[in-house]
Each structure stands twice: as C-alpha cells, then as structure tokens.
C-alpha cells in the first residue's frame, strides 16, 4: 500500500486566496483524521471521519475552515479565505477502526500564506 | 484539564547510549498511549503504544514504562542510532472516541 497520500506538499498563497487541501487514506480504513502542526501549539486534531461521516469538527477553528469526505477514498480541508495565521503543515492520517489506536500520517501539505 | 506535556524539550546523547524521553500526563482517565517520531518532513510514525492497564511493553530497541500513580509515561531507546534522530511525541487517548491528544514533542539528536 501507498500509505495516506496528500497533496500538494507545498502551498504558498496569499491572504485572502483559497486553499484545498487532498487527502487518500489507505484503502480499507474507515477512519480519517486533520491534524494542523505549527511549531507553538504542536499537533491539533481538526476534524475526524468515520465511514465518510463527521464525527467530531470541535478542532476547527473558525468557519473559514471546512472539510469533506465525499466517498472512502478522498478527504478535502478547505481554507476559505485564507489567512496568514493559517501558516503549518496540515496532515491527514487514516486508521482501522477497532483494535489499536495506530495512526497513519501522510507526508503533510505545508501551507504559507503571504 | 486533558493535557499532555513533555518534560524535555531537547534531548542529545551520544551514538550508542541509551535515551530516555518522558512524557506527562493529566487526564487520569486516558487509558491508552502511543509514542510517535516523527523525521524532518514527514508525517509522525508510531513507535509503540501501551494502555492503561499494562506498566511496561517492549518493542524492538524500544520500551514504553506507563506510571499511572504519577502520571508518567517514558520512552526507552537502546543502543541509539543515528537514524533515531527525530522529534518524538506521546499522545493519548480516553475511552473509544479515537481523539489522540499529542504533547508538544521531543527533539532527540544523537551525535556520533
């Protein structure tokens, strides 16, 4: 397996522009996880999927923020409008549900925004 | 309220040597942990986890010590390579609602 795919790795945009971030869980896992990473408040869950479904969006921070989960294989965080504060690296991670809580973490889309 | 935190934000040994990462915790209703490392441009990879009702588990090089009388979890790495040179984060988890709270990590350099 291919593992969580993101893309784009990198985004530079400017404020007020809008920005789409893609995600591919693994095949097979029926939970999927938006993590945002910034050095001064570490890894921040966003929102969480099960089966398609959201589950739990209290992470995201404004209305600005939005994601979707259109069919098993394809999540979409979308940031509209941006701004400069939106500045990380936003992962998407994918698990099985049941059992461990392992996750798996994609490579991460790092956003700057001018 | 439901936090994680790290005792050591930096931690530097010497190739060889055994690294000791800590990692504390105060929702005394967690009852699952994971250790992840996660590597310069990529994504957090889990290392090894423990739940609650264990205080010890090993892995390869690797051993995860749980102490719920103080709310402490450590991250044991034998003989420490190079290639273990990462940021390293515990995370927990309360009950099944599969929300991983992450601490703010760890950054171990090993030094040849």
């Known amino acids: 397996d291919a593992g969580v795919i993101q893309s784009p790795r990198h985004e530079v945009t400017e404020m007020g522009q809008e920005v789409t971030l893609r995600c591919k869980p693994i095949?097979?896992?029926?939970?999927l996880f938006w993590y945002r990473q910034t050095m001064m408040r570490g890894l921040e869950l966003l929102i969480y999927?099960?089966?398609?479904?959201?589950?739990?969006d209290s992470g995201m921070p404004e209305d600005r923020f939005s994601a979707k989960m259109p069919n098993a294989s394809f999540s979409t965080l979308k940031i509209q409008p941006s701004e400069p504060r939106d500045s990380a690296v936003y992962f998407c991670?994918?698990?099985?549900?049941?059992?461990?809580?392992?996750?798996?973490f994609g490579e991460g889309s790092r956003l700057t925004v001018l | 309220g439901e936090s994680v935190g790290l005792h050591l934000p930096t931690l530097s040994v010497q190739e060889g040597d055994n690294s000791i990462i800590n990692c504390a915790y105060s929702?005394?209703?967690?009852?699952?942990f994971i250790w992840y490392k996660q590597e310069s441009g990529k994504g957090p990879q889990f290392i090894i986890d423990?739940?609650?009702?264990?205080d010890k588990r090993q892995g390869q090089r690797v051993t995860v010590l749980l102490n719920k009388t103080v709310k402490h979890l450590s991250l044991q790495i034998a003989a420490t390579q190079p290639g273990d040179s990462a940021v390293y984060f515990c995370?927990?988890?309360?009950?099944?609602?599969?929300?991983?709270?992450f601490g703010k990590g760890t950054l171990l350099t090993v030094n040849p």
């Open positions: 929702n005394s209703a967690s009852d699952y």
């Open positions: 423990i739940r609650s009702n264990m």
């Open positions: 999927f099960n089966n398609n479904v959201p589950i739990d």
């Open positions: 995370a927990e988890n309360k009950g099944s609602n599969y929300k991983l709270t």
């Open positions: 095949s097979g896992h029926d939970y």
């Open positions: 991670a994918s698990r099985q549900g049941g059992g461990t809580g392992e996750l798996f």
